[in-house]
């Protein structure tokens, strides 16, 4: 009987890699600290405990620094930007928090320290660039980043934002560099996905409580997890850590279709964590009420499921086959007043003040940005400055980033780093869609089509710079090129 | 003929994802440098007023408590301790009986010239005549509105000709033991300069229009209220264009209301009957 529990406990300990069993504990434990000090030591437990388990201090700071970052906790030097202008004059109470330094960045310049250290003891063939990533248009844009910086109207705010643009390209370069071998991927990737996972049920349980379930890492840096929907004041979108729910929701369909991939095929990860990451997932991206994100979830998983578990002939489990059916009825049953409401109010969206005409209009305002500053306004300078040349009815009393990539970075950037970034693009789809079409590595496929749900979800949300999404896209890129 | 391609394969063959990482940072670090270097640290004279709770209506003042804590000499510290803003002045007029008070002061900055768009900016705020701006002196936070931009002191009132200003003001039905003290009314600023001193004063019982039961309209006299007429000198008023402003905020022209608080007792309402101006500068 006790050698039964022990054998079935050691099993269930085997689903996850030691090291994502230590970032599940520090998650649960750290979830309701508020204050910093504690944090900081929450923070160099992880990175010591991962350190004994692995003996690499590399690899330790490494998968340390992504669960840091992730989590999106523990910043500080907090300086508010009061937007300048008419900003304020309107009731549009909503200072932009700047951080300037976070706990994340303390452990990623310390991996920079030690990874500078090792390429000039051990020489430059651990970090060879692959020889198919496009990286000298990222040095381009690095530099018409600082041109814009340069002449930008607000040039403090563009260059904190060029420091975080170029930490997301190290992040890239960072897991390109690391995440070769099968097991630090592997490692990874399960931190990446727990964090979706704790991000899916944080989701799932605000929707069941009616609102945020009083945890500190909900309230502290959103106010609010979760908002209400603009066209359907009583639906609550749960947001997870986050106030947006879109965010929450564009997140997780980053994730989806290697959790459908790998909920299937007994490779790489445990078929019954990626199952469970799927489904709650899946559950969660529907509770956020995102229609956009829906629409790109479901074609996602649809690609998936043609591409790789069609292509591979992978079986579905019996009980799957048995009963799909009927938990798909259930949860239709289950979801559809929310869902109907949704659908119902889409056609709000394309009223004057809906949604449509919102995003359109910050493509028009990024266009005449492009025409009258061909070097650019400076990165996320686009929201103060669209306060002085149109009035607030026109961009609907909501000053933010342009709700759309390229814009984003057109406006930021100027004509040449839009055309940059889209040479940069071409040749990332280019080589994705090789990989989804030829390629054998299904871990490839799975990231890739992740990478394509960000491509398609920032055509409707500001999530360039956004932390942690763009950071995120940036280390499935990285660890993509890697395992190429 | 240089080999692009070729050049590419050698270098890629040299260059590493270490090495891409540092020249990332290092075109940022250069280009912020340069950024940096070109920025002038100016110190910036500032007068800056109370906030306005509602940008198209006359708000009301901060109250007592906020605007005593601040003095002349305060300073506040950026987020390495260096001392980045001091009170240089501070004017605070008594208004509701002194449970509200106007204020406006200079205030010296710790700012940088951005070489770019041609303004002084303060911890990343644009310094422009209008804009709001938050400061924080000691343990007390004050937003207030950017009034004036200036370099040195003495630019602080470029744009203004300084004159005295002699004015007679009616007031009515003012209680006697009110109407005897207007004799002796003296208004001082923060540095104890005189800004009005009474000249005259006229009692009178007060004039009171009543109208009898035939209907006529008659003028009679309150037995107990006074009539004030009362000639008051301005030393220093500061002048624009056709307007002259008492104590940086009130004009006197003939006809409007004048009002003035000496911490002692006020002058209300009123009607300025006429006022000369004698321009200093």
Known sequence: MFHKITNSFL?????????????????????????????????????????????????????????????????????????????????????????????????????????????????????????????????????????????????????????????????????????????????????????????????????????????????????????????????????????????????????????????????????????????????????????????????????????????????????????????????????????????MSLTQVFREDGGAIYRLRHLQMAAHFMATRPLGLGLNVYQYKILDQWKPEFYLYDSTPAHNLFAQVGAALGIGGLLLFIRFIYRIIVQGYSWLVSGKNILIKGLILGCLGYLLVSQFYPWWLTIPISGIVWLLLGIAYAQS | MLNLKNLKKSLLKKITLIDLVLILFGILIVGFLLFYFRRQRVFIYIDLTFQRQDWNVNSFPPEYWEVNKLRVGDVGYNSVGKKVVEIQEIEKNVWDGGRRLYVEMVVKLDAVYNTTTRTYVYDGNPLLVGEELNLKFNDTSFTGIVVNVYKNPEQRFADYRRANAEIKVHYRDYDPWHAEAIKNFVVTNSKGEIILKTKEVKITPAEKVVVNDRGDVLLRWDPIKKDITATFELPDVLCVDKLCYYNHYQTFMIGEAFWADSGQTYVRDGSVMSSTINYTE
């Open chain 1, 11 to 343: 099993s269930f300990l085997r689903i996850l890699e030691p090291e994502s069993w230590v970032y599940v504990v520090f998650i649960l434990l750290s979830m309701n600290i508020g204050t910093l000090r504690p944090y900081l030591l929450a923070m160099v437990l992880l990175v010591v405990v991962i350190y004994f388990l692995n003996k690499e201090l590399i690899n330790s700071v490494w998968l340390g620094f992504i669960g840091i970052y992730l989590l999106r906790q523990s910043k500080y030097f907090i300086k508010p930007y009061i937007a300048p202008d008419n900003y304020s004059a309107l009731g549009l109470k909503q200072p932009e928090l700047i951080f300037f330094v976070a706990f994340a960045d303390a452990l990623l310049i310390l991996l920079l320290y030690l990874l500078v250290r090792s390429r000039f003891k051990t020489g430059s063939k651990p970090f060879k660039i692959p020889h198919a990533f496009p990286y000298l248009p990222l040095l381009l844009i690095i530099t018409l980043g600082v041109v814009s910086s340069l002449l930008s109207p607000l040039p403090e705010v563009s260059w904190f934002w060029l420091l975080q643009l170029t930490k997301l390209f190290a992040m890239g370069f960072l897991a390109m560099a690391l995440v070769k071998d099968k097991s630090l991927a592997k490692k990874t990737l399960e931190i990446i996905f727990i964090y979706g996972l704790f991000l899916a049920s944080l989701v799932v349980a605000q929707k069941i409580n009616g609102g945020p379930i009083g945890l500190a890492i909900e309230e502290k840096y959103t106010g609010y997890a979760g908002r209400f929907a603009d066209e359907s004041p009583s639906l609550y979108r749960p947001g997870g850590i986050f106030w947006d729910a879109n965010l929450t929701s564009s997140i997780l369909i980053m994730f989806l279709p290697s959790w459908f991939i790998f909920s299937f095929k007994k490779v790489w990860f445990h078929r019954g964590f990626m199952m469970s990451c799927f489904v709650v997932g899946s559950l969660a991206l529907i509770l956020t009420a995102s229609r956009a994100a829906w629409v790109i979830g479901a074609m996602l998983i649809l690609v998936s499921y043609q591409l790789i578990i069609k292509k591979n002939k992978v079986q579905l489990p019996v009980w799957l086959k048995k009963y799909g059916w009927i938990i798909l009825g259930l949860l239709i049953i289950f979801l559809a007043p929310m869902i109907l409401d949704r659908l």
